[in-house]
């Protein structure tokens, strides 16, 4: 009898045990249900600090562009991206605000060294404005403005071909700087070694374009869209994973979905649309990338003024890389 009543209690208590679990449970997955983005209550110390800043930097006099993407993480927590001068992207894992001043501390990337960057800014009426000090203990202050959406509301129509390379000399393009490596050889635009940038004269502002190139082994070069948006051309390994950083992603943000790199000394081809913020590219037949958001500038970019035209301009201080084909047709 002691013997049942004992087995009685531990059926009880363990049937206990399960239905509290079950509520538990039942608990957990209404909290997760409750707790989606879509119901989201935004805290209002930070709801005018979130979504995407174009940010420009004066450093040392010269006014370069920088990006900011501020972000709420669950009920109160700010997170984002971060995009300086050079390099890409960099996820910001806590960005602190206390008192209207957040700040955040991002490790070096490219600039090598050791300690991190801090960022440190505040609202100033609609726009921000605030100080980056870099792991070597450099100061520049900055200030941001919201970065527009770029939406478009009608169909495109396309206009008329532009041959940007007239495969004789350098008519339409300027070099970025008196380091000038590129020259014409046997009608074909040819950078010889790492120096200068190569800028259009023209600004464009939706448009599609088409390219012919190709690189030596090792080397690394890119087109930039509007002059602020890099699609990635370098010598990717063909066996590796796909990747915004690697061959015909947009850097730092967007990876094609699949490795199509033909591989060094090959003629390749790339056919890149750009409207608004969306961007689709075929390369070597495949499209990698297909009307995909590209959220802000990319390192390297030549200014932040997002709502602006821009310029085409190719990397030309990286590497060796030659083009015989370069063709824009704009949108009327």
């Not at 000038?180 to 464009?204: C, Y």
């Not at 602020?228 to 094609?256: C, M, N, T, W």
Request: charged letters at 25%.
């Amino acid at each position: 009898m002691i013997k049942q009543f004992a087995y009685g209690l531990a059926f009880t208590g363990l049937l206990g045990m399960t239905l509290t679990s079950c509520t538990s449970g039942t608990q957990e997955k209404k909290d997760e249900v409750e707790h989606n983005p879509a119901s989201q209550t935004i805290p209002e110390e930070s709801k005018d600090l979130l979504g995407r800043w174009d940010l420009t930097v004066d450093k040392g006099g010269a006014q370069v562009p920088s990006w900011i993407e501020i972000k709420l993480s669950g009920f109160s927590t700010l997170v984002g991206y971060w995009v300086g001068d050079s390099g890409s992207s960099r996820p910001i894992s806590h960005i602190k605000l206390v008192n209207g001043k957040f700040s955040f501390a991002i490790p070096p990337q490219w600039e090598g060294g050791d300690g991190d960057f801090v960022i440190e800014g505040e609202l100033a009426g609609a726009d921000l404005k605030g100080t980056i000090t870099s792991n070597n203990g450099e100061k520049y202050s900055f200030t941001g403005v919201k970065a527009p959406y770029l939406n478009r509301t009608t169909a495109v129509t396309w206009g008329t071909p532009v041959e940007l390379f007239n495969g004789k000399d350098l008519t339409n393009w300027k070099p970025s700087n008196d380091k000038n490596k590129w020259v014409v050889k046997d009608g074909i635009l040819t950078n010889e070694a790492a120096g200068a940038n190569l800028v259009t004269e023209q600004k464009f502002e939706d448009f599609k374009i088409e390219t012919e190139f190709r690189y030596p082994e090792g080397s690394n070069s890119g087109l930039y869209l509007r002059g602020r948006y890099e699609v990635q051309i370098e010598d990717s390994p063909k066996d590796r994973h796909p990747g915004a950083l690697y061959f015909a992603g947009v850097y730092g943000f967007l990876a094609p979905n699949e490795m199509v790199a033909l591989g060094p000394n090959e003629w390749q081809k790339m056919e890149i649309t750009l409207v608004g913020r969306l961007v689709t590219i075929v390369a070597n037949g495949k499209t990698v990338i297909s009307n995909q958001e590209i959220p802000g500038i990319t390192g390297g970019a030549l200014d932040s003024k997002e709502g602006e035209p821009g310029p085409i301009y190719i990397q030309g201080d990286h590497g060796p890389i030659e083009f015989r084909k370069i063709t824009i047709t704009p949108a009327k």
